[in-house]
Structures are given as structure tokens and as C-alpha cells.
């Protein structure tokens, strides 16, 4: 048998171990051939060297994620956990701050596809962002967005998705056209109260510094100068995106995001998600970030539940 003696000295404990030691429960529960004894600012910890090891550089994760983001969740550890510390130092990066939101609040890539999705925005005019829920496609995409904005590269963030949803139909919905469509962006307007006061928010919206609006909207317009963001594109027919994507104007960057897996158009109607996917991956200028279940920073269940399906899918 093999023993350390780990310090987290110069970090709160109860960051690192959790309310009511919840944090410490759980590295037992990822590590349950070892035995795991907190004392003071000192872990203690007893088993074979090989998953001594192990733990110990999940810790060297745990104690750099703690003094960089103050935080720790279990989700974190579930996610360090699955790991190593190569990838994870390697693509974090000097700084991935990506805006400063509200009340000193950093939005922050979290994962190397979320670092992925930042580089290539900075590379590139036009970024496909795909993959499962809670990865933070739409998420980092606002985000970048707003610093677009704030750095004067852009004139305007224009928001759009298409207002479709899993069975159901505009016309039921109460209201006038506004209120129709607000719960089907309302993802969008959360996103940005993140990232710039309430007010601002509200401020440029009213003088269309920022625009939310559905993918119909976008009809014959060119969209010079701006940010533009496709929401849930997975959910457009092959004309939609085709008019979208040729909306582009001078000095624009496009980010459209979606999952391939949660298409709600009605049956044999081709996703234009997955028809652009399809015929422009060969095409210079454009690039495709794939998030995956290992990105998902929602509660540690969504990841499990993505996983569950995809199993079933490949089935």
C-alpha cells in the first residue's frame, strides 16, 4: 500500500471540500479503492501507487481550478476527474477571460472545445459550433459576440434561431407577434443579461445595437459590420440556412450552433444543419468546432443522459 499527504494550504478548505464535506464524499466516490482522510488544510490519502497517483494529479487539477475560477462544484470534479493534467494546463491557456460581465462576473472558456470555438472565431469569418446540450455553443458564442461589441470590431450582434420547436406551432401561442416569439429566444436574452448590465441590455436593444429576432426576419437583408449568432440551426430548413448563410456582409463574422441529434422539423425534411455541415466542410474560410459530452457543464446528469442516448442511437 501506498500513502501521501496532500496540502491545499492558501486555498479555503471548504471551497475544496465542499458544504458539509459534499466535495470530499464525491472524490471518494470517483476514487473508492482508496481511502481518503481530511485533516486541517491536509489530505490524507492510502491505496495502491497507481491510483495514488492518479488521485494526486486530479488534485493538482482540483487545487489550479479552485485558485483560478475560486469555485468548485462536483461537476467539476466529475469533469477533472475524466481528465489529465496535460490537456487541461494545455488548453487553458494564459488567459480565458473571454468578456467581464456584470458585477466583476467572468465569462471564461471552461473546456479545451470551448477554447477550440474561441481560436477559431478569431481565425475565421464563418465557425459551425456543434454538438449535444449544456456544452455552451450558444453561450461562448454571445459571449464573443459582446467583446466583438465592446472591442468596436462589430456595429451590431444580430440573434436569431428559427421558431421551431418540438410540436409545436406559433399560432397557439397567445399574444401578439412579439410575445409569440420572445419564449423561443428568451436563451438568448439570458445569455446577454450575463454579460452586460440589464440596462445596457435593454438600451441597445431598443436603439438595434442588438437585434433578436427569428431566422424569417433575416429575409433579403445584407448584414454588414455585425456579429452574427444562428441559434438551434439544426432546426432550419436547407433554403433557411441557404439564405442566411448568403446574408454575410462586409466585415461580419457568423457562428451558427446546433445539435445534429434534436431535429424537431417535421419527418423527411433534411436538416440544413446538416446539409451545410455537408457540402461547405471542404470549403476554405469556414471552420467546424465539435463539442461533445465532455464539454457539458449543466449538472453531471445531462452528461451521463447524452451519453445514455447516444449508446441507444448507435443501437
Known amino acids: 500500500m501506498h500513502e501521501t499527504l496532500i496540502s491545499i494550504e492558501g486555498l479555503d478548505p471548504v471551497v475544496i471540500l465542499g458544504n458539509e ?8 466516490g470517483l476514487f473508492p479503492k482508496l481511502r481518503i482522510v481530511s485533516r486541517g488544510h491536509d489530505i490524507r490519502v492510502k491505496g495502491s501507487r497507481e491510483d495514488v497517483g ?20 462536483i461537476d467539476d470534479l466529475d469533469r477533472l476527474s475524466k481528465s489529465t493534467e496535460t490537456t487541461v494546463m494545455r488548453d487553458a491557456g494564459a488567459d480565458d477571460v473571454i468578456v467581464h460581465g456584470p458585477g466583476g462576473n467572468r465569462v471564461i472558456a471552461r473546456t479545451p472545445n470551448q477554447h477550440k470555438l474561441v481560436d477559431a472565431v478569431s481565425e475565421h469569418d464563418m465557425v459551425f459550433a456543434v ?6 455553443k450558444t453561450y461562448t458564442a454571445v459571449a464573443l459576440a459582446v467583446k466583438a461589441l465592446k472591442d ?7 440573434l436569431t434561431r428559427p421558431a421551431v420547436e418540438a410540436g ?3 399560432g397557439f401561442l397567445p399574444g401578439d407577434m412579439k410575445e409569440k ?13 450575463d454579460m452586460l448590465p440589464y440596462e445596457k441590455v435593454a438600451e441597445h436593444l431598443e436603439n438595434g445595437v442588438i437585434e433578436v429576432a427569428p431566422l424569417a426576419f433575416m429575409r433579403g437583408r445584407t448584414l454588414d459590420k455585425a456579429f452574427v449568432i444562428l441559434d438551434e440551426a439544426q432546426n432550419t430548413t436547407i433554403p433557411q440556412i441557404k439564405m442566411f448563410l448568403t446574408r454575410m456582409g462586409r466585415d461580419a463574422k457568423y457562428i451558427i450552433t446546433g445539435d445534429e441529434t434534436q431535429v424537431d422539423l417535421p419527418h423527411r425534411q433534411k436538416s440544413g444543419l446538416i446539409h451545410a455541415l455537408e457540402v461547405l466542410k471542404d470549403v476554405e474560410g469556414i471552420s467546424t468546432v465539435r463539442l461533445t ?5 449543466r449538472h453531471r446528469l445531462v452528461r451521463a443522459v447524452i451519453t445514455a442516448f447516444g449508446k441507444d442511437e448507435k443501437k
Open 131 to 136: 454538438g449535444p446540450a449544456g456544452t455552451g
Open 181 to 193: 416569439l420572445d419564449p423561443y429566444l428568451q436563451p438568448l436574452y439570458d445569455a446577454l443579461n
Open 21 to 28: 464535506n459534499a466535495n470530499l464524499h464525491a472524490l471518494q
Open 293 to 297: 459530452g465532455v464539454d457539458v457543464m
Open 168 to 170: 409545436e406551432n406559433l
Open 152 to 158: 468596436k470590431r462589430v456595429k451590431k450582434i444580430i
Open 54 to 73: 492518479r488521485f494526486e494529479e486530479v488534485m493538482r487539477m482540483v487545487v489550479w481550478h479552485v485558485d483560478r475560477y475560486l469555485s468548485l462544484t
